[in-house]
């Protein structure tokens, strides 16, 4: 089981929300640092993934459960020259 440095729950919020949610929290986390999204949206699952390899996170794994989701992401570790 992986261990997560942050939760972010993201349950019963409609798309957009738990995506831009995500994405702002990674934002305000440290380089290495792993994420927990728990969310119960069918469509977020997918979204917030799409959007972990977009940016260039990890997806460390998945939970699927009947009724919810969990998803741990590793923030990337930051490039030479980024800000």
């Known amino acids: 089981m992986v261990e997560a440095?942050?939760?972010l729950d993201v349950r019963r919020m409609a798309c957009p929300m738990p995506v831009l949610l995500?994405?702002?929290?990674l934002a305000q986390m440290e380089c290495g640092k792993v994420l927990e999204v728990v969310?119960?949206?069918p469509t977020a699952k997918?979204?917030?993934q799409r959007l972990v390899r977009e940016q260039g996170h990890e997806v460390l794994d998945v939970?699927?459960?009947?009724s919810w989701f969990?998803?741990?992401i590793k923030k990337k570790e930051?490039?030479?020259g980024e800000m």
């Open 5 to 7: 440095d942050e939760k």
């Open 22 to 25: 995500t994405r702002r929290k």
């Open 39 to 41: 969310g119960d949206y």
């Open 46 to 48: 997918e979204n917030i």
């Open 63 to 66: 939970v699927d459960e009947r």
């Open 70 to 72: 969990g998803i741990f």
């Open 78 to 80: 930051s490039a030479v």
